[in-house]
Nanobody, 118 residues
Framework: QVELAESGGGLVQAGDSLRLSCAFL????????MGWFRQAPGQERELVAQ???????SYLDSVKGRFTLSRDNAKNTVYLQMNNLRPEDTGIYYC????????????WGQGTQVTVSS
């Protein structure tokens, strides 16, 4: 069983930075693809960024150049560095994991609130 624990959310002003962390507990972290999703009020959950077991990353177009996803396999942790935050980045951010053999993310954290004021 895999457990994910997010931290690092908060209330910031536009232009500020935040770093979200996600601790992975359970199986072999290095074998899992990790991702961050977000959900704004009244909107569907969207994939913000993901990182493969080998460290390759991909990002939602609207966050490219502002967000950086990284993983530390020694600490079983992923980090989402968010710079130059905008009000439209507001939402609940969820850490997610999937085994490299499965197509969909199947493990989820509880979520952490990020609020960006203008």
């Amino acid at each position: 069983q895999v457990e994910l624990a997010e931290s690092g959310g908060g209330l910031v002003q536009a232009g500020d930075s935040l770093r979200l962390s996600c601790a992975f507990l359970g199986r072999t972290f290095s074998l899992y693809v990790m991702g961050w999703f977000r959900q704004a009020p009244g909107q569907e959950r969207e994939l913000v960024a993901q990182i493969t077991s080998g460290g390759s990353t991909s990002y939602l177009d609207s966050v490219k150049g502002r967000f950086t996803l990284s993983r530390d396999n020694a600490k079983n942790t992923v980090y989402l560095q968010m710079n130059n935050l905008r009000p439209e980045d507001t939402g609940i951010y969820y850490c997610a994991a999937k085994d490299i053999r499965t197509p969909d993310f199947n493990y989820w954290g509880q979520g952490t609130q990020v609020t960006v004021s203008s």
